[in-house]
């Protein structure tokens, strides 16, 4: 079925380094993406979101860039902190009236000093 | 602290034994939706409410599952007969209704269930 996915299941960083996570997804319908942050033990949190018909958003240190034509998605991160050590799942709207998030299976994302 | 909370926090059982999980979602929040999540994975979309009405339930919830929001407020997550295929981190989640596309659900810190 249509699904999406992470290319890279972890990620290490040295702290202040930029951190990238890519996603890719298979649905031509989807037209919204939004990023979340899973710390250990604690529900997932909302980053960033994107709506099909952008190609870029920026947040507080964070952006997010959609290529429509390739179906892939990515959250850059500018200057990692141990902080940000998580997991981050991309997540996608299938059509429908609500939120029905299909998520990816997650990248997790070690900051090192 | 008036974020999503969900009760218990961790629940262990045995098998055959049933299960419920509590959820209360932020007040003003009329969606309601919950997921499992197994290690490593992502969360999987089970069911969700708009009020006290389930308008959608995945092909994930069998039988064995029931989902309730009886007044539109709280929820609660029943498995009965539960296997060890069941033991996972139950997610719930809630939204206000601002429409379809904007995807902040804010998630409770989630109820882990061992089927021992």
């Known amino acids: 079925g249509e699904s999406v996915g992470l290319h890279l299941p972890t990620l290490s960083v040295q702290e202040g380094d930029n951190s990238i996570i890519n996603c890719a997804y298979s649905?031509?319908?989807?037209?919204?993406f939004i990023w979340y942050k899973q710390e250990s033990g604690k529900g997932p949190q909302f980053i960033i979101d994107i709506r099909s018909n952008m190609d870029k958003r920026q947040g507080q240190r964070v952006t997010v860039l959609l290529n429509k034509t390739v179906k892939h998605l990515s959250l850059q991160i500018a200057a990692t902190q141990p902080g940000d050590s998580a997991v981050y799942f991309c997540?996608?709207?299938?059509?429908?009236?609500?939120?029905?998030?299909?998520f990816g299976a997650g990248t997790r994302l070690a900051v090192h000093p | 602290d008036t974020g999503v909370s969900q009760d218990p926090r961790h629940k262990i059982t045995k098998r055959g034994q049933n299960v419920t999980f509590r959820c209360d979602p932020i007040s003003e929040h009329n969606r309601l939706y919950w997921y499992r999540q197994t290690l490593g994975q992502g969360p999987e979309f089970l069911t969700y409410f708009q009020n006290e009405a389930q308008l959608e339930k995945s092909r994930l919830l069998s039988d064995r599952f029931s989902a309730e929001r009886p007044k539109g407020s709280f929820s609660t997550l029943e498995i009965q007969r539960t296997e060890q295929g069941d033991s996972a981190m139950y997610l719930c989640?809630?939204?206000?209704?601002?429409?379809?596309?904007?995807?902040?659900?804010?998630f409770g810190e989630g109820s882990r269930l061992t089927v021992l």
């Open positions: 649905n031509s319908a989807s037209d919204y």
């Open positions: 997540a996608e709207t299938i059509s429908g009236g609500y939120n029905k998030l299909i």
């Open positions: 989640a809630s939204s206000p209704d601002r429409g379809r596309g904007t995807g902040e659900l804010f």
